[in-house]
């Protein structure tokens, strides 16, 4: 057992704190205040972050990226969601796909897209799966209906394939320029037997972006919807076979499990550990500086024991985040990312409601940020905690007790 | 006796208020732009529309033009438009509750002044000034110590010639932006502590709404300023100003209690048309015992409000030992407040990423049901005052009123 971490891991946890200390936090509360959800944005902050190399940060050593272990990313993913957690989840987003490349893509492939989306400061990736009526059922698809889950189509003619439907609810759409994107290749099996991943550019003949989705939190990252009409992607795009989208993006559990989706499951995690974080200081400086009947709110009793909870529940995932990205890094593959992202719900809930319920109606009216955090948390309900990304994880359980 | 049934009255103003809130309410508050937390203005038409059906008169004797309504037919009204719109039915849980307290401590005078206009006016409507911006009124350090929230109020009353002069700034007043009329609590020279009725256009009255970017309030809420504010001679309240003893109105809790049956009649709405996994959602078991749960917690929840309803409709139930020597209303509160926050948490997930957005009402639950969570010093303070209680602790009576 060690739990030190190496002088680089240091250098990236170092370099991410003072980023976002100096920088996102200074924007952070401005940007959730603004109405408009495709205003929120800010390209600055971005081109920023990506010449420190949070943008590109995942991408192997070998095709020119920084190469980070697991460890890492999850420390930078905290420090930077300390400080903003949606401007944390808009970088991360881009390794979680930077993964997905490295693992699944071939040569040819990644030579064409890892290229430009190196040298680029605002070349953002996101991945399409989830459509109007397919959510849970693309992540807990029913075995025996064919019928349930996506629906967007494929059709191939000659060397293109030809797309047609829609998507929602989709990370950085209206900012991103390279999208995964699973649509049904066939329709005659169930989801998990007939789809087919495909790279799909933000400039495609016959793709667009609808609505930007007004999130309650989370308000920075960019959720849209995405149309596609008569949309031509060339076969050269087809991630890994025909069919096999679901081998690839590692939901079966078999092939790649550490791109895309598992990435995902420590991802969400290691940003809850952020906010905890932040809550936990807000709460411990305001229960110092405040007073109350001239004493300071710390000396009482129940403030003490809502503190003691917040920075227990708070370490309690931290050390099940570290240890998940440790195992990462060791090739370890079991179900306690997913554990990890289901109590990331938990903790992150409780943690901000209960800084709350340390800063009172007044310290909220003082200070904003309190009431940021917990519609930022509530994000992780559908995201990370739902009864169906429980069950996943159970059955992932099952899979490997078997 | 032990008896549940509601009487034919109280079960046909429920049907009655339902009734509107389907047909008027609800359209006008699900509007989309509506949902977002910081943009939300009354709906004024349904508060009219609101007074006409006499809910704003509600507790009025029959005599005065209303219709002598008990504390338990208040709040069951109050639930049913906060299924609706949580500001209607905060507005009108405010003027509808004063308006049977004030009136009936009035003079015959008073009266005459007011009641026509109250009556008469749909948009007349009532405010408490109380607390003060300095005074620290959470339990907290004071916890079994007599301290400063027993010290007085700075709002004063002097009198000057055959009227009375106040000064004072008052906080987190509801409905402070439209009342027409504010019972003013007050350190009122040669009496002690009393309440002043103060007409919205008293000279020196002046109203500051409070920000609604936050909306850490539901309905209005402003700040009152009262800078040599002139009234009349026979502006002074008959009684005591009222002491909150825990025991008082649980109309607030069902409020509470609306938010988590509109966010609970939203999510069983959309578990039975949404499909996934080959069937609709309640079928499913992870869904079924989450909706559950947040009907027990309605169920429980209510049963606490109603209880306390009935409690201050009979404060003689305490002294026969038929209730729990407990401070009701505060006892309500607490489990509404935690249990309608975790129903509405749960409802909101019911709907995937859909209980997020802005333009979809769960957020706003959310928001409306956290609001009731940490209002005024939170649950963690309410409990503190149920324990001093269990404990029999006796905060030091605030000076007695002079006799008049």
């Known amino acids: ?33 603004i109405s408009d959800p495709r205003e929120t944005f800010d390209w600055e902050i971005i081109k920023k972050g990506s010449k420190l190399g949070f943008r590109t940060m995942a991408v192997p050593k070998e095709w020119g990226g920084q190469g980070t272990d697991f460890v890492s990313q999850a420390l930078v993913m905290a420090e930077l969601a300390k400080a903003d957690s949606a401007i944390s989840k808009t970088f991360s987003q881009c390794w979680k796909w930077s993964h997905l490349i490295a693992a699944s893509c071939t040569d040819e492939q990644k030579a064409r897209f890892l290229k430009p989306f190196l040298e680029d400061d605002t070349f953002l990736l996101g991945k399409g799966i989830s459509e109007p009526s397919a959510g849970s059922d693309n992540r807990l698809p029913p075995a025996d209906d064919v019928k349930a889950g996506l629906k967007l189509k494929a059709e191939r003619r000659g060397d293109e394939w030809i797309l047609n439907g829609e998507k929602c609810f989709i990370a950085n759409a209206s900012v991103g320029k390279l999208f995964f994107i699973d649509a049904r290749t066939n329709a005659n099996v169930p989801v998990k037997d007939g789809t087919t991943m495909f790279l799909v550019p933000r400039d495609t003949p016959g793709f667009r972006i609808g609505k930007v989705f007004n999130k ?16 031509r992607v060339p076969h050269a795009n087809v991630v890994g076979e025909v069919n096999g989208a679901a081998r690839k993006s590692g939901s079966r ?26 809550a936990c200081a807000l709460a411990l400086a305001h229960a110092r500086s405040h007073n109350q009947g001239g004493q300071l709110l710390f000396e009482q009793q129940i403030i003490q024991l809502k503190l003691n909870r917040m920075h227990m529940l708070t370490e309690a995932l931290r050390s099940l985040v570290m240890r998940v990205a440790w195992e990462h890094d060791h090739k370890l593959h079991t179900a306690n990312p997913g554990l990890a992202m289901n109590f990331s719900t938990d903790v992150i809930q409780e943690v901000t409601e209960l800084n709350m319920d ?45 | 006796m032990y008896d549940l049934r509601l009487s034919a009255e109280q079960i046909e103003i429920r049907d009655t208020v339902r009734d509107f809130v389907a047909q008027e309410v609800k359209p006008a508050a699900l509007d989309a732009q509506r949902l977002d937390a910081c943009d939300r203005r009354l709906l004024a038409g349904v508060l009219d529309k609101a007074s006409q059906l006499g809910l704003r008169t509600l507790a009025l004797p029959e005599e005065l033009g209303g219709a002598d309504a008990d504390t338990l037919t208040l709040c069951i009204v109050t639930e049913e438009l906060a299924v609706g719109d949580v500001d209607v039915a905060a507005v009108l849980a405010e003027t509808s509750g004063l308006a049977g307290v004030l009136f009936s401590r009035m003079t015959a005078e008073q009266r005459d002044r007011l009641l026509p206009q109250f009556v008469t006016d749909d948009r007349y409507h009532l405010a408490r000034a109380v607390h003060e911006p300095e005074a620290d009124t959470a339990l907290g350090i004071h916890y079994h110590r007599p301290g400063a929230i027993e010290a007085g109020r700075k709002t004063t009353a002097a009198r000057s010639g055959d009227g009375w002069i106040v000064n004072g700034v008052k906080r987190c007043v509801a409905n402070a932006p439209i009342a027409k009329l504010f019972a003013v609590e007050a350190d009122i020279e040669g009496h002690g502590p009393g309440t002043l009725l103060v ?29 040599d504010c002139r009234v009349p001679a026979d502006s002074l309240l008959r009684g005591p100003p009222t002491v909150a003893n825990g025991r008082g109105s649980p109309q607030l809790q069902s409020l509470n209690l609306g938010i988590g049956r509109a966010a609970y009649e939203a999510a069983l709405d959309y578990a039975d048309l949404r499909v996934q996994g080959g069937r609709r959602i309640i ?15 309605l169920e429980v929840a209510r049963n606490a409000v109603w209880k306390a309803a009935f409690a201050c409709d009979h404060p003689d139930g305490y002294a026969d030992r038929s209730l729990a020597d407990l401070p009701l209303q505060t006892v309500a509160e607490v489990f509404t407040a935690e249990a309608i926050f975790e129903a509405a948490k749960d409802a909101a997930e019911c709907f995937g990423a859909m209980g997020v957005m802005r333009d979809m009402p769960l957020q706003k639950y959310v928001h409306d049901a956290r609001i009731c969570l940490h209002s005024g010093h939170g649950t963690g303070d309410a409990k503190l005052r149920i324990a001093e209680a269990l404990a029999g602790y006796r905060r030091p009576a605030a000076p007695a009123i002079a006799a008049e």
């Open chain 1, 1 to 33: 057992m060690d739990f030190s971490l190496s002088n680089e891991q240091r250098a990236w946890q170092m370099t991410a704190r003072k980023f976002a200390e100096e920088e996102i936090r200074p924007i952070s509360l401005a940007r959730d205040a």
């Open chain 1, 216 to 231: 309650s939190g989370w308000r920075f990252y960019q959720n849209g919807e995405m149309i596609f009409e008569d949309a």
């Open chain 1, 253 to 278: 559990g078999g092939g790649d499990t550490t791109g895309g989706d598992l990435f995902g499951d420590l991802e969400l995690a290691a940003n809850a550990l952020g906010v905890c974080d932040d």
């Open chain 1, 358 to 402: 340390v800063h009172g109606a007044d310290g909220c009216t003082i200070n904003p940020r309190v009431e940021k955090l917990v519609r930022d948390s509530i994000i992780w309900s559908h995201l990370a905690g739902d009864t169906v990304q429980r069950m996943k994880v159970a059955r992932r359980l099952a899979r490997s007790a078997a």
């Open chain 2, 199 to 227: 007409p919205r256009d008293a000279p020196g009255l002046t109203v500051r709404e409070h920000d609604t970017g936050l909306r850490w309030y539901h309905g209005a809420c402003g700040e009152v300023t009262l800078d």
């Open chain 2, 283 to 297: 079928e499913h078991q992870a869904i079924g015992t989450k909706l559950a749960e947040i009907a027990i917690k």
